[in-house]
């Protein structure tokens, strides 16, 4: 018989209770539905690989200590992951179809070929993470320590998982009292922990311990403002209507039911407003340059080659929410175009719309530490939102998406 050099002395699994706290882009790459459907597996359940996770989870760590927990490539010196990660199921999850477009710079206009739709995981999915850290007798000591700074990390609310997390989608909300433990020492508890092992079963809710959350350091700086809608807003949703309507503000699914969702403004929204506001307050002083100089904050798909230049600014989503029960809301209204020429209505032009009236939101902005550059952007960009001079969705020539700053958020 041939002794084990190198035998497994410790075992630690792992349960995180998460929730989606925004919707999420896990895209199969396939087109049946919509240009980007979600990945579901064999029953029509759409779920997070655990690939996808575990390069959500080494981002989360230095190069070096990455390498320790998750393994690391070499076809000589490889070496494997001591860290399992699961693949995670959203179970009963509702996919939802979403439209996005580019807009030009100029005059918010979309530009010719760049309107797409896609699929996305709805905010309020709850979902399990799974972990097992196996521990050998020659591993590192640090695995324990680390294991522990990336579960910190995912209690503190600082991982998104899919695409285009830079403007919001996936972000996970998890406390620590969610993130539950089970330990098997074979160098101490030898045959019961091997008999406790055996015996294992993700759902047993009797054997688990709750993680005690250390402190991290914020990884990113954060800019917090609270504002108020000066009038109406309109970013055009034609799928979830509450009546007989043409289209309405967008909504999310998972909101009020009487209202057929709560209203809101998602990261691409708010990063494509600031970054065109932007470029028409800083053109005359850098002229011909402008574009590009913006670029380098907000990223932007490289030309020739597909690959895209992440943006060093995260917007997340937000929800508007009611200051004046009496007042703000949706409404109804009527509306058609009249012939300049005649004075009479133009033959097809009367539609209905229900844009959202009022109220307030929070905006939350990440960034880099140490740039005051990207400070001084932002800070410019909430002056001309306060001052009507940046604005927020469509229909802005007839007075929508006007907004003010009332304070910074705590």
Request: aromatic share 8%.
């Amino acid at each position: 018989m041939i002794e084990n050099s190198n035998p497994i002395k410790k075992r630690i699994v792992v349960k995180i209770a998460a929730e989606l706290a925004s919707p999420t882009l896990i895209g199969s790459g396939n087109g049946e539905n919509t240009d980007n459907d979600v990945l579901v597996n064999r029953d029509g359940e759409p779920f997070l690989p655990g690939s996808s996770l575990t390069g959500v989870l080494r981002s989360k760590l230095t190069p070096t200590d990455a390498d320790i927990l998750f393994g690391e490539d070499g076809l000589d010196d490889g070496r494997m992951s001591p860290l399992w990660v699961m693949s995670s199921e959203f179970k009963g999850a509702k996919i939802i179809e979403m439209d996005g477009v580019a807009l030009g710079l100029e005059n918010k206009v979309a530009l010719p070929t760049k309107k797409y739709d896609f699929e996305a995981v709805e905010q309020g999915t709850t979902f399990t993470m799974r972990l097992m850290l196996v521990i050998r007798k020659e591993d590192d000591k640090k695995l324990e320590e680390l294991l522990s700074k990336v579960l910190s990390r995912i209690s503190s609310g600082d991982i998104s998982v899919g695409a285009k997390s830079n403007r919001g989608f996936g972000r996970v909300s998890c406390r620590s009292d969610d993130i539950k433990m089970q330990t098997f020492d074979y160098a101490s508890e030898r045959r019961s922990a091997l008999a406790r092992y055996e015996a294992f079963n993700w759902e047993d809710s009797d054997n688990w311990t709750i993680f005690t959350s250390e402190e991290v350091d914020a990884e990113e700086s954060v800019m917090t403002k609270t504002l108020r809608l000066k009038g109406s807003i309109m970013i055009r949703d034609t799928r979830h209507l509450d009546g007989d309507e043409d289209y309405k503000h967008i909504c999310s699914e998972s909101g009020d039911p009487s209202e057929n969702g709560n209203p809101v403004i998602y990261g691409t929204t708010w990063a494509g407003a600031f970054k065109g506001g932007l470029y028409k307050l800083l053109k005359p002083r850098f002229v011909g340059k402008t574009e590009d100089y913006l670029n380098g904050y907000f990223g932007y798909p490289a030309k020739n080659t597909g690959e895209t230049l992440p943006s060093k600014i995260r917007f997340d989503m937000s929800t508007l929410e009611r200051e004046d029960k009496k007042y703000d809301g949706y409404r109804t209204i009527t509306r058609v175009k009249i012939n300049r020429f005649t004075g009479g209505a133009v033959d097809g032009a009367l539609f209905t719309e229900r844009p959202w009236y009022g109220g307030k939101t929070t905006l939350t902005i990440r960034y880099p530490k140490n740039c005051p550059e990207i400070e001084r952007l932002l800070n410019l960009a909430f002056d001309a939102l306060d001052k009507g001079l940046l604005t927020i969705g469509g229909e802005t020539a007839i007075g929508r998406g006007v907004f003010e700053v009332i304070q910074e958020a705590k």
